[in-house]
């Protein structure tokens, strides 16, 4: 194992190797560059592969060893090849025991080794925690699930593709400028004011909208888009980002693709657990069920369940609907499949993520229906250029947000906002958005 850190960690014996680390060289050479904040605090960070967290902590490791850390106190340690929490924790051990002072571990893709968990509380618990800071991360979010850490001092926070707004900073760098009236919109009017003054910026942010419906908000495929046209080795890669991690944890590819495939067929369609499992020949809504889960917690897509209105009471057991977390990951599975999915739907998945990073989200069916109900606003998408206020269903919503693709309006008497989709996606920044910065 020591021979292991060390080959890990060249920085112990030359500070200057961090910078020799491929991802260190290829963040630090892009332009625009998209760093990322470091706050010293125990952190767990859970997060789909590829999206930057091994970025993160290298680029964290340059930042502690510019800020005059002893680069002997840092460690870093891909947990791939571990087998047992034991093993996690004697790594930690032998490192600490080879310093003096504050030391900083930073443990990456610690999720898929055996009672991971049971090495964080150790460490956590242990005489060790007063001198160290320790962050890890993840790519299933399984394990915290059953534990959740309480009473111990560390921060839980997801690490996922970068939002629509980060997105729009690293392709059009003049829209880092704008400043709106309310900081973080709640009601339709703030959402309505915000949007009045980014409409200047329409056609630059519906073109950034364009770009942002193919390469999603994974770095590579955003700095390859930039420079012409996104790989076939980033598609491969993405693939094997999520897929393979299914077969990690002892499921089938087969039935993971079969139902990924009828997902794409019936994209944004209300489905039900038995349909599913009728249509693609799986044998058991129950292991439909167990997929869905397995494909949230590994970060491929969530699960949006209908909600009673008067008391806001999630209906687990109704028809369901199911969007891709990123639209590179639509755009993957398309190609695989040469399965089409219709833009407007993909626009539909695209809001729900962005909700769903700020506010519980649901949708509403009864006899109509609305796309989502998130938090106090119920938001409705239509992926037009010309909407009517007949387009918002009359249910029993008091905010309620009305999407379309160009068209700006509101309306004082139904408490109405419409909104082009970008000009919405653009307000809603939370911290789920990996702690980037773009400069």
């Not at 032998?94 to 610690?110: I, Q």
Request: proline share 5%.
């Amino acid at each position: 194992m020591e021979e292991l850190a060390v080959v890990q960690n060249p920085w112990w014996s030359d500070a200057d190797a961090i910078y020799l680390d491929d991802k260190v060289k290829r963040a630090l050479s892009r332009e625009p560059k998209l760093l990322y904040r470091f706050e010293p605090v125990n952190k767990i960070l859970i997060g789909p592969r590829q999206v930057g967290k091994t970025t993160y902590m290298k680029l964290s490791i340059a930042h502690l060893i510019e800020s005059g850390v002893n680069p002997r106190n840092i460690m870093y340690f891909s947990c791939d090849l571990l087998r047992d929490y034991k093993e996690i924790v004697s790594v930690v051990r032998s490192f600490l025991r080879r310093t003096t002072g504050k030391a900083y571990v930073f443990l990456d893709e610690v999720t898929f080794v055996d009672g991971w968990e049971r090495a964080v509380k150790f460490l956590l618990d242990s005489p060790l925690a007063s001198r160290m800071v320790l962050q890890v991360t993840g790519s299933t979010s399984a394990g915290l699930k059953r534990e959740s850490f309480p009473g111990r001092e560390i921060k839980v926070e997801e690490f996922l593709p970068l939002d629509f707004r980060l997105v729009a900073f690293v392709y059009r760098s003049q829209v880092r400028k704008i400043k709106l009236p309310h900081e973080n919109p709640t009601t339709p009017r703030e959402f309505y004011e915000n949007a009045l003054e980014l409409y200047p910026y329409l056609d630059e942010l519906l073109g950034v909208f364009d770009l942002y419906l193919n390469s999603g908000g994974y770095p590579r495929a955003i700095y390859e888009l930039l420079a012409g046209e996104i790989s076939p080795e980033t598609y491969e890669m993405v693939y094997n980002a999520t897929v393979l991690d299914v077969v990690k944890l002892g499921r089938s590819e087969r039935i993971a693709l079969s139902l990924i495939l009828g997902l794409l067929r019936r994209y944004g369609d209300r489905v039900s657990l038995n349909s599913l499992a009728k249509e693609l020949e799986i044998g058991s809504h129950v292991t439909v069920r167990d997929y869905l889960e397995l494909f949230e917690e590994l970060f491929i897509g969530r699960n949006y369940f209908q909600v009673r209105l008067h008391d806001m009471t999630p209906l687990f057991r109704r028809e369901r609907k199911f969007y891709f977390l990123d639209p590179l990951l639509v755009r993957t599975f398309s190609r695989l499949f040469g399965v089409a999915v219709d833009e407007s739907r993909v626009v539909e998945g695209v809001v729900g993520e962005h909700l769903s990073r700020l506010f519980p989200t649901y949708y509403f069916y009864g006899s109509k229906e609305v796309d989502f109900i998130a938090g106090n606003l119920g938001v409705e998408v239509k992926w037009r250029k010309s909407v009517s206020l007949s387009d918002f269903p009359r249910v029993g919503i008091k905010n309620k947000i009305l999407l379309s693709k160009a068209d700006i309006d509101f309306v004082e008497p139904r408490n109405l906002a419409i909104i082009p989709v970008p000009l919405f996606l653009f307000q809603l920044h939370s911290a789920s958005s990996n702690l980037a910065t773009v400069s």
